[in-house]
């Protein structure tokens, strides 16, 4: 089992940028990719973006393609999510998330095995 801890979130000005970190612990050898994701007041968590774990390939939702950028350090056991050009739709928790299976997909919530408990991003207009 992988243990999952976010931090990064605060509160900023549209426009502005954040960097949200995620540290892996436990049986993290078995992981495969690592995901973000973001829940906004009232809606379904959704897709943000993903990374696999060795090679570095990444896929983005639309919605932040060209303003987020997801990365890792495998030393550090650390997964980032860049957001810059923030926009006030963009105020979400945020989680990230762990796959351990190599089949199947990477953007749905039940492709992931481990959840983090989420850090808290607001967008102010």
């Known amino acids: 089992q992988v243990q999952l801890g976010e931090s990064g979130g605060g509160s900023v000005q549209a426009g502005g940028s954040l960097r949200l970190s995620c540290v892996l612990s436990g049986r993290t050898v078995s992981t495969y990719r690592m995901g973000w994701f973001r829940q906004a007041p009232g809606k379904e968590r959704e897709f943000v973006a993903t990374v696999t774990w060795s090679s570095g390939n990444t896929v983005y939702a639309d919605s932040v393609k060209g303003r987020f950028t997801i990365s890792r350090d495998n030393a550090k056991r650390t997964v980032y999510l860049q957001m810059n050009s923030l926009k006030p739709d963009d105020t979400a928790v945020y989680y990230c998330?762990?796959?351990?299976?190599?089949?199947?997909?990477?953007?749905?919530?039940?492709?992931?095995?481990?959840w983090g408990q989420g850090t808290q991003i607001a967008v102010s207009s």
């Open positions: 998330a762990a796959k351990t299976r190599i089949y199947g997909g990477w953007s749905r919530e039940g492709d992931y095995d481990s």
